[in-house]
């Protein structure tokens, strides 16, 4: 006997270093491991799996190898930026591949570990990046580095 686990399809736009994108869904667990509801697409990425299942919009699916997604599109995540507790800081991200990406990283860690260099060092593979009111998933490896905006 196979257990199946009930999914449901979250919309996004995965980035590759390369120039290429996929418009599709991913599937993540209607429970969420960490919290109520359905499991969001940051603790897909988290999980220690090579390789995740990906319906592009054509219906194909397709395993996105996790270490080649540049960045993450999440259409149909709030802006959850402004939570109470969360430090807010303007960043310029400049990526391997030349491309430059402005908007707001925010965190909430310890006030003895409140820097952006404490949370991106807490983190294992991507960040949140918020531009103009849309959340992305930025991959550590593909940035380069990281500026105060001014």
Excluded: C, W
């Excluded at 390369?18 to 209607?30: C, D, Q």
């Excluded at 697409?41 to 194909?60: H, M, Q, V, W």
């Excluded at 939570?83 to 990406?101: D, T």
């Amino acid at each position: 006997m196979q257990l199946k686990i009930e999914t449901i399809k979250k919309k996004a736009t995965v980035y590759f270093p390369e120039g290429s994108e996929m418009s599709g869904n991913f599937f993540v667990s209607a429970v969420s491991a960490f919290r109520e509801g359905g499991e969001l697409i940051t603790e897909l990425l988290a999980k220690d799996r090579n390789y995740i299942p990906f319906e592009s919009d054509s219906g194909e699916i397709a395993l996105l190898r996790k270490e080649n997604m540049m960045m993450v599109y999440i259409e149909e995540d709030s802006v959850d930026n402004f939570l109470p507790g969360y430090k807010q800081v303007a960043v310029v991200i400049h990526l391997l591949n030349g491309r430059e990406l402005s908007g707001k990283v925010s965190f909430a860690l310890p006030e003895t570990h409140a820097r952006l260099s404490d949370f991106l060092n807490s983190r294992d593979a991507f960040f949140r990046l918020e531009m103009e009111g849309k959340n992305y998933l930025v991959q550590n490896r593909f940035v380069k580095l990281i500026t105060a905006k001014g």
